[in-house]
Nanobody, 120 residues
Framework: QVQLVESGGGLVQSGGSLRLSCAAS????????MGWYRQAPGKQRELVAA???????SYADSVKGRFTISRDDAKNTVHLQMNSLEPEDTAVYYC??????????????WGQGTQVTVSS
């Protein structure tokens, strides 16, 4: 029933831009914190950007100043605008829904991932 579906990934040249989108269904979207994670081959999954239910944002140091996370509660979507992309940004990007603290891990959800490849 719960689905997080990412889109917008693809192949882009170094210095280019991509906009990722995550469409959520089956959750009360407005009360979830949302995040974007990425995982490159041979590396651990890392948090790239997060946005709280109130709209506060945070970013990994490696993407600060280049990426922007935003949400549209009316459309149950979260976006990641990625500018000045570098080959090091190449990874599978995952959408994540983080529930209110009292609800716990059973109500934590992940998307299937979308591939971002940045060529040099």
């Amino acid at each position: 029933q719960v689905q997080l579906v990412e889109s917008g990934g693809g192949l882009v040249q170094s210095g280019g831009s991509l906009r990722l989108s995550c469409a959520a269904s089956g959750i009360i979207f407005r009360i979830y914190a949302m995040g974007w994670y990425r995982q490159a081959p041979g590396k651990q999954r890392e948090l790239v950007a997060a946005i709280t239910s109130g709209g506060s944002t945070s970013y990994a140091d490696s993407v600060k100043g280049r990426f922007t996370i935003s949400r549209d509660d009316a459309k149950n979507t979260v976006h990641l605008q990625m500018n000045s992309l570098e080959p090091e940004d190449t990874a599978v990007y995952y959408c994540h829904a983080d529930p209110p603290r009292a609800w716990g891990r059973p109500y934590e959800y992940w998307g299937q991932g979308t591939q971002v490849t940045v060529s040099s």
